[in-house]
Structure formats: structure tokens, C-alpha cells
């Protein structure tokens, strides 16, 4: 089993369009190669997606996901700005590398409950979706992929550990910005020290 995410990352409405048009794509391309694929979380938007979050699982996993990690380039006008120039939309298809260890199952409320859509009987009669909460940084995640409690609560950690690890390198990345920024503070008067040559 492998996660991958289609990210859409800074770019404009139109890279969330794409973001949709990759997934639809990806979806064709894994049926036609034997890979089931599963949509674990996504952030809709009016013209597409921010980013989707795949669960991937078959025969030669790695190696179809490799065809698809990096820079996915699509060529449109944009129906969004029908005037606008651009014509190349770019989105970003990775595959979700876990390098922290997975939380303990005492630092997770896992909340069982009825998962909802397609599924016939099964998904209407048993309690198998997991609800599962963070209790540190109030992370929340809702699984319902799999058929039984146990697989859901497995991925369930696996989605928050992925959370935990995106919010531990945005605050990196932010943290070296605002460094970054002093740079350009410096006051050139008002010294609160002063010394003349050595």
C-alpha cells in the first residue's frame, strides 16, 4: 500500500482544475494496470482540488507510482479567464515518504462510526469507518476505505502521521523564512551598543 498526494501547491484556480484532471487520469491509468486506487482525503474547490490524498494498492505498486511522481505539465486555455495568456498548468504528484514513526494508539481517539456513499449493504449496516483524533495537535482525520475497523485505524495513523510530518515541515519552512526576514530589519540607527575600531 502506498499514499500519494496531487497537489495543486500555490498555484492558481486553474492548477486545481488540473489538480482534477490528474486524478481522473490516474484513475484510468491504475485500473487499466491492475491498481486499486482510493481516495482518502481531498480539499474541494469550486474548480477543482487544492489536493488529494490516494491510497494505492496492488502488483507492481512502486513501479507504476514512479511513472506518476514529479511535475504533471497540462496545456489548456483557462476556462476560468477565458482572456488569460497562460496555457501551462503545472501540479505536483508525490508519494507521501513517512519519515517520523507512526503515533501510539494511547495518543489517538479512535470513535467508530457508520461509513456513508457507495458500497451496497455493507457500508449501511456495520460500524467501520474510524473517526480518529490527535489529542496533542487535535489532528482529525475520517477513514472509510477499508471494510473492517482495524485497516481503518491503521491508515487512519498513517494520515495523521502524514499531518503531523506536513505541519512539522511547514513550521521549518516558516521558521527559516522569518530568519530569513531579519535580514532585512537591521535598524542602520538607534544603536543600542557602539564601538569604534580595534
Known sequence: ????????????????????????????????NGIR?????????????LSIVLQAQGQELQAWAETWCGSIQWVFQSKIRPHHKRKNWFVGVSQCVLTMPLPQDDSIVFQACRASGSGGQHVNTTDSAIHATHIAS???VKVMNE????????????LIALKLQQRLQMQVAQ????????????????????????
Do not use: W
Request: with cysteine.
Open 1 to 32: 500500500m502506498l499514499l500519494i498526494q496531487i497537489t495543486a501547491a500555490q498555484g492558481p484556480a486553474e492548477c486545481e482544475l488540473a489538480v482534477k484532471y490528474t486524478l481522473q487520469k490516474m484513475l484510468s491509468d491504475a485500473k487499466s
Open 147 to 158: 471494510r473492517s475497523q482495524y485497516a481503518n485505524k491503521k491508515l487512519a495513523r498513517e
Open 175 to 198: 521558521d527559516k523564512h522569518s530568519r530569513h526576514q531579519q535580514h532585512g530589519q537591521l535598524e542602520r540607527g538607534n544603536p543600542i551598543r557602539s564601538y569604534g575600531p580595534f
Open 138 to 140: 487535535g489532528i482529525s
Open 37 to 49: 486506487l482510493d481516495v482518502v482525503e481531498a480539499f474541494p474547490t469550486q474548480h477543482g482540488y
